[in-house]
């Protein structure tokens, strides 16, 4: 059975820390893995990672897929209060995307 | 319109009564997702259409789940027959569609579904 799992669940560090998230999938007919940030209802999409070992990043976040051990990893550094939401991991599986339970960061001020 | 609109905005029914979601997507988006945000479960991917083709349905969670698009615009999601674990957050997304969930999506507000 395709599943996503992303670990922790939940995390709170303070403002300033950096923080790793962390996917591992076990999909067939992988695609790409796509990261998401959820505040409220609504993810917005942060990045897209099809090829191993190239690293993608925009501002305090970055992302790298490893192809070999099936995860990849959300990095944010210098966190700030308004990065606190839900961190969605999934992976597109030809038609069909497959979803992780998220992870839930906590920014303290 | 300036954004992707779903209606009702929230909706308590009983278990056994069929109900029906709309959304209106941003004019001219091709691409339009249908999600369903449990309580405590992570984003649930239901269906997505092209145009007016759905390509792929096996993400709906049971048969009595169905989605139409009309007209390339207007979206409708139906269950029939609704269950209480039907309870969730629905949200409906557009895009450009060029590059499938890949192009930037553009979310509405979300129908909150209670099945009491």
């Known amino acids: 059975e395709d599943k996503v799992v992303q670990s922790p669940l939940s995390l709170v560090v303070h403002e300033g820390d950096t923080v790793t998230l962390n996917c591992s999938y076990e999909v067939t007919n992988f695609r790409s893995l796509l990261w998401y940030k959820q505040e409220k209802k609504a993810p917005t999409f942060l990045f897209m990672l099809t090829s191993s070992g190239i690293e993608k990043k925009s501002g305090r976040l970055s992302s790298i897929l490893d192809k070999k051990e099936l995860s990849s990893i959300l990095n944010i550094t210098a966190t700030q209060t308004g990065d606190s939401a839900i961190y969605l991991c999934a992976v597109d599986r030809d038609d069909k995307i497959i979803f992780g339970k998220g992870t839930r960061l906590h920014i303290l001020p | ?116």
């Open chain 2, 1 to 116: 319109g300036a954004g992707v609109s779903q209606s009702p905005s929230n909706k308590v029914t009983e278990k056994g009564k069929d109900v029906e979601l709309r959304c209106d997507p941003i004019s001219g988006h091709t691409a339009l997702y249908w999600y369903r945000q449990s309580l405590g479960q992570g984003l649930e991917f239901l269906i997505y259409f092209q145009g007016n083709s759905a390509p792929d349905k096996s993400g709906l969670p049971s048969d009595r789940f169905s989605a139409e698009r009309t007209g390339g615009s207007v979206s409708t999601l139906t269950i029939q027959r609704t269950q209480q674990e039907d309870s969730a957050v629905y949200l409906c997304a557009s895009a450009r569609g060029t590059e499938i969930f890949t192009d930037t999506q553009y979310f509405g507000p979300g129908t909150r579904l209670t099945v009491l």
